[in-house]
């Protein structure tokens, strides 16, 4: 892999780059009341959601936090979860409420009810598919014959209990974002298609790569006690595109379709790899790639594993520098998890000469021949 971005990777990135704009626009067209909502679909980690979530903060729309309600004193028994709640504000259409992971229909009713003018962010939604009731509502918050911005929709449900029944007027909007893509050819799809843009967000590996690149070019620096130079985070990013290359599980899912890199697990390399600067017992890499398998125990390694690994170590350390051989030898032996017995021992005692030795002959075997 070059550790740099190439004419191809410019090529690809400007790809990823005006697919993630077009997601701006469609946001901009939910925020400025055009359209009452939009849903988008796509692989996990490919970007959506932030393309969204910025746009957000760019316009100023503010997200509604836990502290923003409050709780009623004596909710009734028959309310789900989080519905004894009032806000403590009225909100407009400068907010947005965050729907994340498990959500009922109902439950989202009694939050649209809440805030009817916010904007209205369903991630993870297909869950909420699942519910056949999902579709009546979509299509309610959806469609209306006002073309005003803004346009009123009136949103209605019925229960045989009257706390649990909502009729109001909604002129918020809905942005709904998935991983799974919707079955078109099913009635209730087709309806909701009709109301609102319907997109697929599909990024290819290439413009990941690319973007992953750009992402390396930066370094990392959100923790500040261990940043991550440009070179570091190629070497994350290096051994996640290795690891994939020579094995066929996770290269292919359990239909046997190709796998999608995701941005996710890249950031999640710079992470544990700043936490093995904190805590030099980690490696990180046997961290990532368990996570990568998402197996616990994936780190049990074959020892031909294992030298590829550490000759990947043994190149990366070489390739940097160091105060002295001793300090180089530290960080071997740290990314290995070979014996450090020796390290705070005296420099002429016979335990000190003995250790650097060994880290200094298992590194020259693990440094790759020059050709």
């Known amino acids: ?44 980690g490919n970007g959506k959601s932030f393309s969204i979530r910025e746009t957000f903060q760019q316009k100023g729309i503010a997200e509604i936090q836990p502290e ?23 909100w407009g259409y400068d907010s947005w409420v965050n729907h994340q992971g498990r959500i009922t229909p109902k439950g989202l009713v009694m939050q649209m009810a809440k805030f009817p003018q916010s904007i209205h962010l369903v991630e ?11 579709w009546g509502l979509l299509r309610m ?75 390396c070019e930066k370094g990392y620096k959100e923790i500040k006690a261990a940043p991550l130079e440009k070179n570091d985070c190629y070497n994350v990013m290096e051994f996640i595109i290795n690891e994939i290359d020579n094995d066929p599980s996770l290269k292919k899912d359990a239909k046997g379709n190709d796998k999608r890199l995701n941005l996710r697990i890249l950031i999640s390399g710079f992470r544990f790899l700043a936490l ?21 125990g994936a780190a049990q390694r074959t020892r031909k594993e294992r030298i590829h690994d550490e000759k990947q170590i043994a190149q990366e350390i070489n390739g940097r520098r160091f105060a002295s051989q001793h300090d180089k030898l530290v960080e071997f032996c740290k990314q290995t998890g070979r014996n450090m017995n020796w390290v705070n021992e005296p420099k002429n005692s016979d335990k000190y000469a003995k250790g650097f030795n060994a880290a200094k002959q298992d590194l020259k075997r693990k440094t790759p021949k020059k050709p």
């Open 1 to 44: 892999m070059e550790r740099m971005l190439t004419e191809t990777d410019l090529v690809n990135l400007q790809c990823y780059k005006a697919k993630c704009n077009e997601v701006r626009d469609f946001t901009t067209a939910v925020l400025k009341g055009t359209h009452t909502g939009m849903m988008l679909f796509g692989s996990g």
């Open 68 to 90: 923003d309600v409050i709780e009623r004193d004596k909710p009734d028994d028959d309310v789900e979860d989080g519905e004894a709640v009032l806000s403590k504000k009225e």
């Open 124 to 134: 993870d939604a297909e869950t909420m598919f699942d519910d056949k009731n999902a």
């Open 141 to 215: 918050a959806l469609h209306s014959q006002d073309h005003n911005l803004h346009s009123r929709r009136r949103v209605t449900w019925k229960t045989s209990v009257k706390e649990g029944s909502y009729d109001f007027w909604f002129t918020g909007s809905l942005i709904v974002v998935g991983n799974r893509i919707l079955n078109d050819k099913l009635e209730e799809v087709q309806a909701v298609q009709t109301r609102c843009p319907c997109m697929n967000f599909d990024i290819s590996n290439a413009e990941l790569i690319a973007k992953m690149k750009e992402m």
């Open 276 to 296: 093995s600067r904190l805590e030099p017992s980690i490696n990180w890499r046997n961290m990532l790639l368990s996570q990568m398998k998402q197996l616990v």
